[in-house]
């Protein structure tokens, strides 16, 4: 790599990182505060108006011309900027929500909000990243800032045992992936993606290749939840402070599929394999759609119910990806979108109505009877929420699935495609049978403490999931976001420019 010229593109550069240098500034600045001010009330709003900062860059960049910074280490604009407004959004929700959360259960420290940051900037990076290198550092800052927060509730033993088995998991996964990394430099001799199709001609090394894509796929696929590198996933989202587990189950996954499309996109498009990989993918997708609406059915505790549901929408994400066209990777990017939004919802509404003193882990499904008769507010959104899971129209989790789906049709592989439609049609019992028992079920059979706990809806709180609502009940009518995403595969939009 040639620095030569570094000074000459720093302020480009530092325009480009905007976001990311933003957040890692703002969130050393937030440790600063905080080790002489400790839990500050006003931490948690700091980092709020530094994602509102970055999230409204992003917007006005949506639609400018994607280049790359830092010496082609990262992308921006375009598709960089979409996915970057899914990341910022779910975190600055993800705050709002948290402050009066980790407040009542007496955990509102100051550097919970910095690790937030943190996070966030580690999963813009995984996102845009168009190096190999760039990549991992991503993925780990995101990592070891997420083990952090997964064990937040240091005096509760489920909470421990949910951090550890994510962090001895997670390391275990990381070793397939830097592996994976060293034999695509090897096979290809550059870490940047677009350069890898013309490196592995020039060398010849097939096997070796395929090799490094196989175990670098496991890296991912562990960070979306896909079967069957899905065990830890229940019990992480069992275990961690609900509305971290609503900003863990979104913003994680964007920012992880995000990255998985730019090396589909650039690393393997057009290669003479690309059938193998493509049905790989399917079969992926197909057995994580069926096995995570399965095992979602027996569950009766929500938490824990919505972890099996994230390892069946991370199924029907991969429906999009393994079509292998620009249809798909665009349907998988408003899927994102719109799953984000359902998610830090749902996870809202539960953190809410946390009864248990145990953040949900202990709380079942059928404590809430008739909940939604004493907080309407929370019963209509969360009826919302689980209509838009299932895949109901108008909602917009309607439009994410005809967005995955279509493009697989288009692409031969209908039966992936009917079957992704059964699975959701399975999803409906348990999505609805938690409007059952808010809706349908009397009061009178709440349990003692239920009937005790007063489930105040603070403002804020109240407001990010009106919000969240409001969007997925419009979003599905707005053609321009389901467009605007086609926009960054077609005519070279995503090519790096110079």
């Known amino acids: 790599m040639e620095l030569a010229g570094a000074y000459d593109t720093i302020w480009t550069d530092l325009l480009g990182g905007f976001s990311l240098i933003l957040l890692a500034v703002v969130g050393m600045v937030m440790v ?3 080790a002489f001010k400790n839990d500050d009330p006003v931490l948690p709003w700091i980092g709020t108006a530094a994602l509102a900062v970055a999230l409204v860059w992003e917007v006005f960049h949506l639609g400018g011309t994607p280049t790359t910074a830092f010496y082609d280490l990262i992308r921006v604009g375009g598709f960089a900027s979409f996915i970057n407004i899914v990341v910022l959004g779910s975190g600055l929700f993800s705050i709002v929500l948290s402050v009066p959360y980790l407040r009542a259960i007496k955990h509102g420290y100051g550097e919970v909000y910095a690790l937030i940051l943190f996070a966030t900037a580690g999963m813009i990076l995984l996102g845009t990243a168009n190096n190999l290198i760039a990549i991992f550092v991503g993925l780990e800052t995101m990592s070891v800032a997420l083990y952090i927060l997964t064990g937040l509730v240091r005096e509760d033993e489920g909470a ?3 951090a550890l088995k994510y962090f001895l998991l997670g390391a275990f996964s990381t070793g397939f992936f830097l592996y994976g990394i060293a034999l695509l430099y090897g096979a290809t001799g550059t870490m940047y993606l677009p350069e890898m199709a013309e490196g592995l001609a020039a060398r010849d090394a097939q096997l070796m290749f395929w090799a490094g894509v196989a175990l670098f796929l496991i890296g ?3 960070k979306v939840s896909a079967v069957p590198f899905h065990m ?3 019990d992480v989202y069992q275990g961690a402070p609900t509305t971290l587990t609503g900003f863990m189950s979104t913003a994680s996954k964007a920012a992880a599929f995000a990255s998985l499309i730019l090396v589909l996109f650039y690393a393997l ?4 394999e690309e059938e193998r990989w493509s049905l790989v993918l399917a079969v992926v997708a197909l057995v994580t759609m069926v096995l995570g609406n399965i095992l979602a059915l027996v569950q009766n505790n929500v938490k824990r119910m919505l972890a099996y549901s994230s390892i069946a929408h991370a199924g029907y994400i991969l429906v999009g990806l393994a079509a292998c066209t620009a249809d798909g990777y665009s349907g998988a ?4 979108l719109v799953y984000a939004l359902m998610n830090i919802g749902a996870f809202g509404v539960m953190a809410l109505l946390e009864w248990d003193g145990k953040e949900g882990r202990l709380q079942t499904i059928d404590s809430l009877a008739g909940i939604g008769f004493r907080k309407p507010l929370l019963g209509v959104t969360m009826g919302i929420f689980m209509f838009s ?3 109901f129209p108008p909602f917009g989790g309607f439009f994410g699935k005809v967005a995955v ?3 697989a049709i288009d692409a031969g592989l209908t039966w992936l495609a009917i079957l992704g439609v059964l699975a959701s049609v399975l999803s409906a019992y348990y999505y609805l049978r938690v409007l059952f028992v808010f809706w349908m079920r009397s009061p009178d059979e709440q349990e003692a403490p239920v009937k005790q706990a007063g489930f105040p809806v603070p403002k804020a709180s109240a407001a990010v999931i009106v919000a969240c609502a409001a969007l997925l009940v419009v979003i599905g009518f707005i053609p321009y976001i389901r467009e605007i995403t086609q926009v960054f595969f077609d005519s070279g939009a995503m090519a790096i420019l110079p």
């Open 220 to 222: 991912f696929l562990f």
């Open 232 to 234: 830890w996933t229940p």
């Open 333 to 336: 990017l408003y899927y994102l």
């Open 160 to 162: 421990i045992e949910s």
């Open 389 to 391: 899971l299932t895949g």
């Open 405 to 407: 789906f279509a493009p």
């Open 269 to 272: 498009e057009g290669l003479p």
């Open 32 to 34: 600063i505060w905080d």
